[in-house]
């Protein structure tokens, strides 16, 4: 901050930006709701979108699940030395993994991957007019470009979930009988213990949000970019990190609205 600019001002600023921000995603929700029609005709530019964000996303939550699963393994193994029976560990693993590891560390990872590539397409798309041309040719960009995107949020983030909270626990398996001299026996049944499906449908409905968190911030970004590539760059980078900042923020909201006393 400039040495001489009042203070309340940039507050003030700030405030106003935010606001005006909040504004901008509950019109682009409101469109987004209105163009679902057109989506649902048009359903293959969704299943280009779910192709991407979803099977494409595949190896790299393949490879980060199974270690987080080894290191919940770790973790919880030495926590529970000479305090608590190593027979509860799988279910240790299994409630910190299908709770929160599974569907915040999938939506982190998806943000990285997914949300700055689509900040990145359509900051290019803005940049260079093609937006503009689709609004010359009475073609609603919401319509065609965000809808989809949003849609296939909401749909392969929980299907990424499922797949990574079973890679997750394979992964503990594998570190719990190789490493830490638990038999699989042993942690499949504290697995199955404390296991509830509640558990599950909670972790599902995070992902569901989470998804929806990550096309939204990554076409609002992409929709604001000006100022050429460097442009395109600055949105990238903030649509990652908003992305990120918003799913961490809504993980503590859900989990204190479905776990809170």
Not at 69 to 75: D, K, P, T
Not at 86 to 110: H, Q
Not at 194 to 206: E, I, Q, T, Y
Request: proline letters at 3%; one cysteine or more; hydrophobic letters at 55%.
């Amino acid at each position: 901050m400039p040495r001489n600019e009042n203070p309340l001002r940039v507050i003030g600023g700030k405030t106003t930006l935010f606001f005006e921000m909040a504004g901008e995603f509950a019109i682009l929700i409101k469109n987004i709701l209105l163009g679902l029609p057109v989506s649902i005709k048009k359903f293959h530019l969704t299943v280009e979108q779910m192709l991407f964000m979803g099977v494409n996303s595949l190896p790299l939550i393949m490879i980060t699940s199974i270690f987080t699963g080894g290191v919940a393994s770790v973790q919880a193994a030495y926590m529970f030395s000479d305090y608590v029976p190593m027979r509860y560990l799988g279910t240790a693993v299994g409630k910190s993994v299908i709770l929160e590891l599974g569907p915040v560390l999938t939506a982190l990872v998806v943000a990285g991957r997914v949300g700055a590539a689509i900040a990145a397409e359509l900051g290019t798309m803005k940049v260079t007019e093609q937006i503009d041309a689709l609004e010359t040719l009475a073609l609603d960009p919401v319509k065609y470009l965000v809808a989809p995107r949003f849609i296939s949020g909401l749909i392969m983030l929980p299907v990424l979930t499922i797949f990574s909270d079973f890679i997750a626990i394979l992964g503990g398996l594998l570190v719990s009988t190789l490493f830490l001299n638990v038999s699989s026996f042993t942690f499949l049944n504290g697995l199955k213990l404390f296991f509830r499906m509640s558990d599950v449908w909670a972790g599902l409905l995070k992902a569901f949000v989470f998804g929806g968190i990550i096309a939204l911030v990554g076409c609002y970004m992409g929709f604001r970019t000006e100022g050429g590539a460097e442009g395109v760059g600055r949105s990238t980078t903030r649509a990652v990190v908003m992305a990120s900042v918003m799913i961490l923020i809504t993980d503590y909201i859900l989990a204190s609205f479905l776990f809170g006393s």
